[in-house]
């Protein structure tokens, strides 16, 4: 009896044994498997809900530059959250993509037009959104491509048998600015802005043209926009990686019609 009971005890404490390792590696295998497919599964999911955030932020702030520019409100005070990247402000003379519209004699209707941006770049991601000349981009790097979430305030107006093109222009200055994490994005407009007289260009051959930054590339974007049937524009020469022209189209009486403003970006 006792040879007998020495056995059972043996093989209990073998049992308790192979049960306990066999748990055991079920749960660092489980372990293993969240952390090799769980997690980056949860991290790419946050970042992709900070660049869905900040698409919505960045038309907010959209629409504190219209309330400036086209319904004469002074100034615009807006507090957002900015996860998983960093937000900055670029002065117009930090940022080299510009604006330019010239009769085909190369004679300057709106000089070279430099107009700042303020821009995203995400932390865990190649995304960045960009708020420049009154419309909203996302580009990411590893694609090479861009495209417009939200346009800006260009019209093509026909009525009572004339054409009217009316281009917004906005400017934006300020110091060396950045933010991460909750800040209060403050804003003005500068009272010198400029609203050009309207231009006849009746028949005129005029060009719009647009120059993208090589580093920060929104090509893309405004070439989409520029093409879309209701602005009645036409590319004018050959393609280039950087550079869009396009003719208007001054079929019959056309006037066109710039605003310029200037917006000084004073918080993040």
């Given at each position: 009896m006792n040879r007998k009971k020495k056995s059972l005890c043996k093989e209990s404490a073998v049992s308790e044994t192979v049960g306990y390792i066999i748990i055991f590696g079920i749960m660092m295998t489980g372990i293993a498997l969240v952390t090799l497919y769980g997690y980056p599964l949860l991290l790419q999911e946050q970042a992709n809900a900070n660049i869905k955030n900040m698409e919505r932020n960045m038309i907010v702030l959209q629409n504190d530059m219209n309330s400036l520019t086209y319904k004469n409100v002074p100034y615009q005070e807006t507090m957002l959250q900015v996860s998983g990247g960093t937000l900055q402000s670029l002065d117009y003379t930090k940022t080299p993509q510009t604006f330019r519209i010239y009769f085909i004699n190369n004679t300057d209707i709106l000089p070279l037009f430099k107009p700042g941006e303020l821009r995203f770049i995400s932390n865990h991601d190649d995304a960045v959104i960009s708020l420049e000349n009154g419309a909203v981009h996302i580009s990411y790097w590893t694609q090479g491509g861009s495209a417009m979430l939200s346009e800006p305030r260009w019209f093509f107006d026909q009525t009572n048998q004339k054409n009217t093109y009316i281009f917004s222009f906005i400017n934006k200055t300020s110091d060396s600015l950045a933010q991460t994490g909750i800040g209060t994005v403050r804003m003005k407009l500068i009272e010198d802005n400029r609203l050009y007289q309207p231009i006849d260009i009746s028949g005129e051959s005029v060009i719009l043209e647009y120059n993208a930054d090589p580093d920060n590339n929104y090509n893309v974007a405004w070439r989409n926009y520029f093409e879309r049937p209701d602005l009645?524009?036409?590319?004018?020469?050959?393609?280039?990686?950087?550079?869009?022209?396009?003719?208007?189209?001054t079929t019959g009486t056309t006037e066109l019609v710039i605003k310029e403003f200037e917006i000084e970006i004073l918080s993040l």
């Open positions: 009645h524009l036409t590319e004018y020469g050959l393609s280039e990686p950087y550079h869009r022209r396009y003719l208007l189209d």
